[in-house]
């Protein structure tokens, strides 16, 4: 059986150690990489945000409602609230004429540190805005007005738009959702466990809908087009998946979800793949990736030595001094 692991290294002595289930394969069929963990069952959590916004992107509410590229990226982001984030957010509450506490997310501080450190500053405090997922949120609700749905409790599990999300999961995971598989996700919308299979087959068919050899061929494409264009506005400054997609040019979509889940697609070279770090710690993905990515020939050169010198493997204290590193192994 293979094994991903990555490894941290303090000094010359390993101090943790986070093991990975992944699964990598291509369009055309073939299995490019597996830790045979295809039949455990994982919450994607945010990394499934696009087929969230699928009821969203189809119901006219971008037509209707004028809504920028930036905005439509929003609708399937993590972001991490800075500046141009909490801007477009605003401006598209403001088109909706939906109010700040109509958004069920809940609150926290912005994940950008130095976004939080000058709201703290400013005397302000955070809202629903500054969640990170607002912007599924107000594709939620944008979507809810213009089917007419309640949105007072578009979040519950039989609400008419919860319904259609999950008709879009069953479309491309090829498979039933079954609510002894359902969970409540961190901003309150219900989040749904599936086989690292299932997500492989609703990669594959993703891929398939970009190429228009799919259902929602134009919503997809209208999202990930907005996403390429705009990758800053899928997480933010610093995140693995806003500058995965900028590293290669545009040929990779990716999304990151909370406890250490990542999914990627190749446009181009028609590959996928899901990783799942077993204890939850994100920090071992950035390296997970860049070491994937070299193995399979998935980047360039150019684009890996963009990647390296984005993600450092070394470890530095707040002092600034070196003291580890991070490394992924494939056996």
Known sequence: MSKLTTSITRGKTLESLHEIKCFIGSLNGKKIFSTDNEKDMVYPRSSIKIFQSIPFSSSNAIKLYNLNKKQIALSCSSHNGENFHIRELKNWLEKVNLKITD??????????????????????????????????????????IVNNFPIKNYVDFDHPHQINIRKVFSKFTEDIISK?????????????????????????????????????????????????????????????DSNLIKISNRAIFCKGGAEGVFLFVHLKKEIFGILKVKDGNERALSSAMYTLLKKFKILTKEELDQFNSWNTTNMYNHAKIKVGNIRTKIE
Request: hydrophobic share 30%; charged share 10%; aromatic share 8%.
């Open 180 to 240: 002894k598989n359902y969970g409540v996700d961190g901003c309150s919308a219900p989040q749904y466990a599936f086989t690292i299979e299932k997500l492989g087959k609703a990669l594959s068919n993703l891929l398939n809908s970009y190429n228009g050899n799919f259902e929602y061929t134009e919503n997809i494409q209208t999202m990930i087009n907005a996403i390429l264009a705009n990758p800053k506005f899928i997480g933010g400054s610093n995140n693995l």
């Open 103 to 144: 958004l069920k997310c809940g609150i926290h501080n912005p994940i950008h540190q130095q976004s939080s450190n000058k709201l703290y500053l400013s005397g302000k405090q955070p809202n629903q805005i500054h969640n990170n997922c607002a912007g599924k949120h107000l594709a939620m609700l944008t979507s809810c």
